[in-house]
């Protein structure tokens, strides 16, 4: 069974930066895209950002020019490279296979001063 693990999540200042990567385990990684998606409490989970085996990607309108996805296929991980961090950033970010359709567990984002 395939597995999605998140990690690089914490608390940042405003206009700081963080890295959050994800891994998986127990199948090839996908032939298709991976992704990120962000959930703010009694809110719907939402697109951030998708980059396909080919290393093609794309964003969402409210993270382009601040947020890079990445992956390295050796390592069957997905990078997401997050900079000049937004109070409004802050949410519980997941990682999705778009191949096998599984979640990651999720990782915390808060931007606060």
């Known amino acids: 069974q395939a597995q999605l693990i998140e990690s690089g999540g914490g608390l940042v200042q405003p206009a700081g930066s963080l890295k959050l990567s994800c891994t998986t385990s127990?199948?090839?990684?996908?032939?298709?895209?991976v992704g990120w998606f962000r959930q703010v409490p009694g809110q719907e989970r939402k697109f951030v950002a998708r980059i396909y085996r080919s290393k093609v990607a794309d964003y969402a309108d409210a993270v382009k020019g601040r947020f890079t996805i990445s992956r390295d296929n050796a390592k069957s991980t997905v990078y997401l490279q997050m900079n000049n961090l937004q109070p409004e950033d802050t949410a519980a970010y997941y990682c999705?296979?778009?191949?096998?359709?599984?979640w990651g567990q999720g990782t915390q984002v808060t931007v606060s001063s």
């Open positions: 127990g199948r090839l990684f996908s032939v298709e895209a």
């Open positions: 999705f296979d778009f191949g096998s359709l599984y």
